[in-house]
């Protein structure tokens, strides 16, 4: 149990275009999810805290109209990647929060040409 | 300043010889510990984590934690280490609520056989 999916696993686009990714948590319902990028050979940094039916808590200096967040639905949130740029190709990782853990998706790759 | 420190960035052990990996965090409030483990292609597992009580800690695959409020540490350990423990580990801290967490910078395990 506890399973969080993300959707796409890879994704390259061009420079201006916009990428929305899914963050679904498979067999359990979450109040709160979490995004995070990660640069190689660096930790994962806390972008925003996602909570359904409501804004996204932003952390200082991630721009919230770039990178937009919907927690529609107690087992999805999506990150849209706005007008992409060669700077945010990056790891992108969500969790889902479940009683007392953080369960993580596997992650996905984004590469902006 | 909440932080994670993860002062080696890459090991290297021989399959069967012990490991510990060195975690300190700096926080400003009761520190809820966790140990990740994260495979290429793969989302963060968590091997164990600490909230109270004991403070030596046991977790999956073989691994255990020792919580030292003294030295501000939370150092993972693993008696005899398997070739399939090469992965990447990440130390984190944090709050009652866990609705942010911090992480190290992570440390890469390479198992010679």
């Known amino acids: 149990g506890a399973v969080v999916s993300q959707h796409p696993s890879r994704v390259i686009c061009k420079s201006g275009t916009s990428v929305k990714i899914e963050c679904r948590s498979l067999?359990?319902?979450?109040?709160?999810m979490f995004w995070y990028r990660q640069f190689p050979k660096q930790s994962l940094m806390l972008m925003a805290t996602s909570n359904e039916g409501s804004k996204a808590t932003y952390e200082q200096g991630v721009e919230k109209d770039k990178f937009l967040i919907n927690h529609a639905s107690l087992t999805l949130s999506t990150l849209t990647v706005t007008s992409a740029h060669p700077e945010d190709s990056s790891f992108y990782i969500c969790?889902?929060?479940?009683?007392?853990?953080?369960?993580f998706g596997p992650g996905t790759r984004l590469t902006v040409l | 300043a909440q932080s994670v420190t993860q002062p080696d960035i890459h090991i290297t052990v021989s399959e069967g010889a012990s490991l510990e990996l060195r975690c300190n965090y700096s926080?400003?409030?009761?520190?809820?510990l966790f140990w990740y483990v994260q495979s290429p292609g793969q989302g963060l597992q968590l091997l164990l984590k600490y909230f109270s009580g004991d403070t030596l800690v046991q977790g999956i695959k073989g691994f255990e934690a020792e919580f030292k409020r003294s030295q501000s540490s939370f150092n993972l350990r693993k008696p005899s280490v398997h070739w399939s423990d090469a992965a990447e580990y990440f130390c984190?801290?944090?709050?009652?609520?866990?609705?942010?967490?911090?992480f190290g910078s992570g440390t890469k395990l390479n198992v010679k056989p």
């Open positions: 984190a801290v944090g709050p009652y609520n866990f609705n942010k967490f911090y």
């Open positions: 969790s889902a929060l479940w009683g007392n853990e953080q369960f």
């Open positions: 067999d359990f319902q979450a109040t709160t």
């Open positions: 926080y400003g409030a009761t520190p809820y």
